[in-house]
């Protein structure tokens, strides 16, 4: 089926477009069209839905699309009806038929002249041809007016600047009391016209909760967006979590704040599960490292110099046994711990410094544990951040190279990746093609979920069948984006937890690699600006070579260009 737009230009009318025919061939016949079905009197012939009150001198009649003929002179020129762009309402008339009558007037020759309703009725004329639709005929309120009058063309005025769409909230409201009803998603889908997913999401989006609701109004990246509605439903049941997520958003970051929060949800998750395994093991758990205590791997036996070391196994009956919880990327970390050595008859060969004689030593010891401990949190926050980054970022680039990029993303795209095969940047030649690349890149063709857990890490699709596939059903075109899919994973594969951190944090023998990562990645930070993506306080301050003071800048976001531009 083919539905395009009919600009009427005066200076292009001559070549309006075709639809099954030309538009000519649309205006006023010179025969009468076959007459209406009757009024409705019996409800066989009450459009399903339908409850109005016909005002005087109004009929109410289902009536063929072929029996009626568009306005003379529309005020309307752009129907907006190309199926590919918005198939939402094509397919909705499809499936549903037309649900709101059609204003029609009877002109003096007996011609059935549309007023209001011509989008519909361009719709309807065309997917009534289609064997699987199950409708013949649309509703209309019809009166007679046998010549063309001023007052019609009001009407077209006054019928949309009247006209208020529903709000997103309202949407999933609708979606969401729907399903309540009993509709699955995918009868909702298909009378729609939507996609599942779309539908799901909406429905979602639809159970939000009335303070959440109240919260963001006034927030487009929220209230705007079924996606976004649903993520925070997700945190109805811990308002603080939630609260957070809005305030982020109110930032422009609702994406670094849901990632963030989910990612701090799935570390709780992982700490519960870790702890209720080690207590149900009798052991003591505990998320920090209490005073005295030391790592039974730094502990033996005895004095012997050849006496063993401990182990978590050979500690396990030690009444100061306990545990101390962490999480990392790789999920809960468990180290065991004596909580007294001495105490316990353990042997600690590297024992603490003892404590300072004077009181001058004291504080500037107690100082520098502080300073310690601020640097400590320091870097967890900071890992936190750049973790929390990773999938907005990569969520960004899938859609970019998945998707449409414009014409000026194109070329943007083609140049950077002519400069990076021509130029092999350190991240290229450290992760270009490499097994372990395999799983981003899968991730940035659309081709495979990120893996579940450590173990599934490089295992994807990408065998060279599936390669091959793929470049033969991409359009030349897209070949750049292919190969621009390929660098991007290597960058974000170099692009590890510590990348963000100070030069001066690292081993003086790390700092030279480390210096030329930073450098390579401000390049590719600044290019995802360029594309328009976001970057996160501390993606920002990365690609402006700066050190990451937990602090959100003030300025606007990075846009500068990068070195490939």
Excluded at 315 to 321: F, I
Excluded at 347 to 359: E, K, L
């Amino acid at each position: 089926m083919t539905i395009i737009t009919d600009h009427r230009d005066p200076q292009t009318q001559d070549k309006a477009t075709e639809i099954t025919e030309t538009a000519e061939s649309e205006r006023p016949a010179a025969t009468a069209p076959t007459e209406p079905t009757e009024l409705p009197g019996e409800a066989s012939d009450q459009p399903a839905g339908l409850d109005l009150e016909i005002p005087e001198g109004v009929q109410l009649r289902m009536v063929r699309p072929s029996d009626l003929v568009p306005h003379e002179r529309n005020a309307r020129e752009d129907f907006g009806l190309d199926p590919d762009e918005d198939p939402v309402f094509v397919n909705s008339i499809r499936h549903r038929g037309v649900r709101v009558p059609l204003k029609v007037q009877r002109r003096a020759d007996g011609r059935l002249v549309i007023g209001m309703g011509e989008r519909r009725w361009r719709v309807a004329r065309e997917v009534v041809k289609e064997p699987e639709v199950t409708w013949e005929k649309i509703p209309c309120l019809i009166w007679d007016a046998p010549h063309l009058t001023a007052a019609e063309f009001l009407d077209m005025v006054d019928e949309n600047q009247n006209r208020k769409e529903l709000t997103k909230a309202e949407e999933a409201g609708a979606l969401f009391s729907a399903a309540e009803m009993g509709m699955g998603v995918r009868k909702i889908a298909k009378e729609l016209g939507r996609k599942e997913k779309e539908v799901k999401q909406g429905i979602e989006a639809g159970k939000l909760s009335p303070e959440a609701r109240e919260a963001i109004t006034g927030i487009p990246a929220i209230e705007d967006d079924l996606v976004a509605m649903a993520k925070l439903h997700e945190f109805d049941d811990d308002p603080e979590a939630r609260d957070r997520i809005i305030k982020e958003a109110k930032r422009g970051f609702f994406d670094l704040g849901y990632s963030r929060e989910t990612q701090r949800r799935e570390r709780e998750r992982q700490l519960a599960a870790a702890r209720a395994e080690l207590e149900a093991e009798g052991i003591r758990v505990l998320e920090e490292v209490p005073s005295g205590a030391v790592e039974v791997g730094r502990l033996r036996v005895s004095q012997d110099k050849d006496a063993a070391a401990l182990t978590a196994e050979t500690h396990a009956e030690c009444p100061g046994n306990l545990a101390v919880l962490t999480t990392n990327s790789g999920g809960a970390k468990t180290a065991t711990y004596c909580a007294n050595p001495a105490a316990y008859g353990h042997f600690n060969p590297r024992p603490a410094a003892p404590a300072p004689g004077t009181p001058e030593a004291a504080a500037k010891e107690q100082a520098e544990k502080e300073a310690k401990t601020k640097a400590s949190r320091h870097v967890k926050d900071g890992n936190i951040e750049w973790r929390a980054a990773e999938p907005v970022r990569r969520e960004f680039l899938t859609n970019l190279i998945t998707g449409k990029p414009t014409p000026a993303q194109m070329t943007k795209i083609a140049r950077f990746v002519t400069w990076a095969q021509l130029t092999m940047p350190d991240p290229l030649r450290k992760w270009a093609g490499s097994y372990n690349s395999g799983e981003v890149l899968a991730q940035l063709l659309g081709l495979a979920s990120p893996a579940k857990d450590k173990h599934e890490a490089g295992r994807t699709d990408l065998t060279p069948e599936a390669i091959t596939k793929l470049i033969d059903r991409t359009a030349p075109k897209r070949y750049p984006l292919i190969q621009f899919a390929t660098i991007a994973a290597a960058y974000e594969r170099r692009m590890d937890v510590k990348t963000w951190r100070d030069i001066d944090s690292f081993e003086y023998f790390e700092r030279d690699s480390r210096r030329r990562q930073q450098a390579a990645i401000a390049v590719w930070l600044k290019l995802l600006a360029e594309l328009g993506y976001r970057l996160s306080p501390i993606e920002q301050a990365v690609a402006e070579g700066k050190s990451w003071t937990g602090e959100t800048p003030t300025q606007k976001p990075l846009q500068a260009e990068s070195k490939a531009a």
